[in-house]
């Protein structure tokens, strides 16, 4: 993406050739620097589409992992992502990412809450709605990650691992995929046929 910013910080660090990098063994501050976007934020389309995002949230639905090309880093998972209040986010990965999650998925038998943590993903418009895609490998995914940020966002819901229906919330996402499929073909069927009348008129 042409002119992506990874932070809204206009300055920048640089290391040349003989800089000297030492561990620090008592910092103090924040590990990953996560600035989480409220989601009513990304939903009324107020966040800039070239200043890339960290997002946290339940994985609430997932479809099938979408291998139409043989390059896996082309193979697609869509996730949607619930927070607090019940908003929700369509996510795409891609790639590592998205066999990282289906691997979690799948060793998740008992279908315990998912909370997933992304920073530096990018959001692009799909049918006028904010999706969530990852750039590249510079975005980093935290699946259930033991990590402050994560753990305060699971006590902002009940604070437990109860768990709720994903296989249910699957099927349906299934579903709205289908029918949306279906929309678009039979949108651009009529446009054929309309093409095609006009062509024999003009005959």
Not at 139 to 152: A, L
Request: charged share 15%; proline share 3%; net charge neutral.
């Amino acid at each position: 993406m042409c002119g992506l910013r990874l932070t809204r910080l206009h300055h920048q660090l640089t290391f040349i050739c003989n800089t000297v990098v030492t561990e620090c063994d008592d910092f103090s501050g924040p590990t990953f620097g996560f600035e989480f976007v409220d989601y009513q934020t990304l939903i009324s389309l107020l966040h800039p589409q070239n200043i890339a995002i960290d997002i946290i949230g339940w994985v609430v639905a997932f479809g099938g992992m979408l291998r139409d090309d043989s390059d896996m880093k082309k193979h697609r998972l869509t996730i949607q992502i619930q927070d607090a209040n019940g908003l929700q986010i369509r996510v795409n990965l891609w790639g590592d990412y998205a066999y990282k999650m289906q691997n979690f998925i799948d060793n998740n038998p008992h279908g315990l809450r998912i909370t997933v943590n992304l920073q530096f993903a990018i959001v692009k418009l799909w049918r006028d709605h904010p999706t969530l895609n990852i750039y590249l490998s510079v975005t980093k995914m935290f699946i259930n990650s033991d990590i402050n940020e994560i753990n305060v966002y699971k006590k902002s819901f009940d604070g437990d691992n109860t768990p709720i229906p994903l296989r249910i919330q699957i099927h349906l996402f299934r579903l709205i995929n289908f029918a949306s499929l279906m929309i678009s073909y039979t949108s651009f069927s009529s446009r054929v046929m309309q093409m095609f009348w006009k062509g024999v008129n003009n005959l």
